[in-house]
Nanobody, 122 residues
């Protein structure tokens, strides 16, 4: 099982990026999925999560109203649409999956991607 993340890069403040996380080897149709991020010198932090049926989403207060998490109907790809980006959004972004719902705690997730760098700078 492998997650392949893409869509990261450098963008100016106020810009947008859309991250993708594609699962290979299996589907995660019954799994909750999430995005976390880790800035240099900081712990990995929760960004957003979505449950298996896409009926429940949760966001960190710092990204609420700017970021949107969703997943395709085949449950093989997770997305994170990031708008109105700020320099403090700069971090490595990771996708993660877990059975039985969603959580804001990194240790509750059993499957992780390799991460993609997002840099917001003028």
């Amino acid at each position: 099982v492998q997650f392949v993340e893409s869509g990261g890069g450098m963008v100016q403040p106020g810009g947008s990026l859309r991250l993708s996380c594609a699962a290979s080897g299996r589907t995660f149709s019954n799994y909750g999925m999430a995005w976390f991020r880790q800035a240099p010198g900081k712990e990995r932090a929760f960004v957003g999560a979505i449950n298996w049926s896409s009926t429940i989403t949760a966001y960190a207060d710092s990204v609420k109203g700017r970021f949107t998490i969703d997943r395709d109907s085949a449950k093989t790809t997770l997305y994170l649409q990031m708008n109105s980006l700020k320099p403090e959004d700069t971090a490595i972004y990771y996708c993660a999956a877990r059975a039985l719902g969603i959580s804001r705690i990194p240790n509750m997730y059993s499957h992780w991607g390799q991460g993609t760098q997002v840099t917001v700078s003028s």
